[in-house]
């Protein structure tokens, strides 16, 4: 356990199952921004991103489900939209994802750009149509101003729209945690952090999908949690690629800030971490009667005992440093319709 004290270049190796290509944990860099996003741009669709005007009722922003003071998420399983309809999976936390490359617990979108302009058509979501949306967006002398000074258009398009709220969405990066300063030498892990630092390496499996400095590949597993066949039933990743591996496969977590973006999982069934640990403990089998069929290899009973569930609960708080707060913008005023 003291190679851990000594800088990551004497860290014993992590274990990965063959074929596995995992990257060490790490700190993370600055993510890679496009070449159109500046300060303006990013301010701009801050504002949008609060804004309920995005929505059919008037009443929904992107912040009503994605609130930075419940970890960029909405707090509960699954998500209410528009009339309060009931969603079917868990809002994601907006923490980081500027280092996805694909959006969605299923990945169906590939850009921030494209995907921007989805929840707002999305009938259970914010329920508008987007010409609608562009043409009261046009009308606000505000916003049309500032995007004429971001982005040289001369009106408010799909696309311009796209790329204000994915320029803001970038700036969301989770603050260094106590981890990311131990791996800096500024800060210090108690034994029982570093042992569960060994086990997330090791033999708790973690890191053949929670790698890398987001703590997540990017790529898409089944875990056990599609509910195959039951009421719940979501097939995920199969839904977009029709490939029967990809059967209720979702995109990795990062476990980053974890603490504050409960509930977890793709139908937030999950909010507290030492039972989110002992059913991997038990290969995420638990409760999920005979198991679900096409399950990631790569999960396995792991039997640790209850020392080491401990040591890898005490680890994982380490990753979680409360997001920074943010104040909802000021709004640019709809025009007076009064003549
Ligand atoms: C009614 C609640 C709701 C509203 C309003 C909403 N979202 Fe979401 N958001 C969700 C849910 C639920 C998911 C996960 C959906 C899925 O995977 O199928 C999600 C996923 C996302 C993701 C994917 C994150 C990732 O890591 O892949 C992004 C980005 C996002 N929303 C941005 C926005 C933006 C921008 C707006 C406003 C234009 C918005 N959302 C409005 C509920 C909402
Ligand atoms: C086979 C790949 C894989 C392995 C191994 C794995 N995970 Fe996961 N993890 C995932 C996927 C995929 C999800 C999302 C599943 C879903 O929503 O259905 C997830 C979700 C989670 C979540 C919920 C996070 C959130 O924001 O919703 C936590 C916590 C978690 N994993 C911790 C761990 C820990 C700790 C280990 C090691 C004991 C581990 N995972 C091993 C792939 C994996």
Known sequence: MARYRQGQDHWPPFAVAEGVDAEPLGRLSAPALPAW???????????????????????????????????????????????????????????????????????????????????????????????????SLNAIPGYLDTFQRALGTSSVTASALGKALAAFQRTLVSR???????????????????????????????????????????????IGLALVGRRYEDLGRFL????????GAFRTPSLRDLLYTTPWMHNGLFVNLRGTLATYNLGMRQGLRDGQPNMSALVEPLGLSHEELDALEAFLHTLSRRPARVHPPALPASPNKMP
């Open 240 to 247: 977009i690629t029709g490939r029967e591996a990809d059967k």
């Open 176 to 222: 260094p945690s106590r981890f990311d300063r131990f791996l800096a030498g500024k800060a210090s892990l108690n034994d029982q952090e570093i042992e569960g630092l060994h086990l997330f390496r090791t033999q708790a499996r973690c890191m053949n999908c929670h790698h890398g400095p987001l703590f997540s590949d990017g790529r898409f597993h089944n």
């Open 37 to 135: 996003q500046t300060t303006e741009l990013e301010e701009l669709g801050k504002q949008l991103f609060f804004d309920p005007r995005l929505s059919g009722s008037g009443q929904l922003a992107c912040a009503s489900c994605h609130d930075p003071d419940l970890g960029w998420g909405d707090g509960r399983a699954t998500s209410f939209g528009h009339d309060r309809q009931r969603g079917t999976r868990n809002a994601m936390t907006l923490l980081n994802v500027a280092y996805f490359d694909s959006f969605f617990w299923d990945g169906r979108a590939s850009s921030l750009e494209e995907q921007a302009l989805l929840p707002i058509e999305d009938p259970i979501e914010m329920a508008a149509e987007l010409d609608t949306v562009l043409e």
